[in-house]
């Protein structure tokens, strides 16, 4: 299917609406719906992660926060920590994470890898309320992701004070 031109001689003022009119605008709007759907399946977003982290003045740095098993392969194409407004409270340290990769089958990170080059931090001794990371870089291959991987978040370091942030991390079909 294509997009067809609607001539002007279809809707001409005084004509009648004929079934030609009404058969070239349904021809648009199947290829349009067509073009939308292969559109979408191949740039489908997976959300991995996209929560608050409450209680976190529990610790100052924690494993195994959360563990997935990924259900299709998949490149992860952002990752980013935010706070809230704590930052008038607390005034130095730094809040980083860290996503790790496994190949082995079932959880086990005994030989994982990161998805980062660069973890995403935020240092409190210059931030603002509600803050996000910008400085996270991903290792491509390692942000590649197979069906039957596992990934693990771990908090790699937090103000003691900190009692909650967001995580959000998405990826793409690969």
């Known amino acids: 299917m ?5 001539s002007a001689g279809l809707y001409a003022v005084g004509k009648a609406i004929t079934n ?11 290829d349009l719906n067509t073009r939308l759907a292969s559109v979408e399946a191949v740039t489908s977003k997976r959300i991995f992660f996209s929560d608050n982290l409450l209680g976190a003045s529990n610790y100052t ?3 195994s926060v959360a563990i997935i098993r990924v259900d299709a392969a998949i490149d992860i194409t952002q990752a980013l920590i935010s706070i809230y407004d704590d930052t008038t409270a607390i005034t130095s340290g730094t809040l980083e994470i860290d996503i790790q990769k496994s190949t ?3 959880p086990d990170f005994t030989s994982s890898v990161s998805i980062f080059t660069t973890k995403p931090s935020i240092n409190f001794a210059t ?10 870089v991903l290792n491509v291959s390692n942000a590649s992701l197979a069906e039957g991987d ?3 978040l771990d908090v790699t370091s937090k103000p003691a ?3 909650k942030f967001f995580i959000y991390c998405i990826g793409e079909a690969s």
């Open 104 to 106: 082995l089958g079932g």
């Open 61 to 63: 740095a924690a494993t």
């Open 127 to 136: 931030a603002s309320d509600y803050d996000e990371s910008s400085n996270q």
């Open 161 to 163: 004070d900190l009692g």
């Open 150 to 152: 596992y990934i693990r």
């Open 2 to 6: 294509a997009f067809s031109s609607v």
């Open 20 to 30: 030609g009119l009404f058969s070239t605008l349904k021809t648009n709007q199947d």
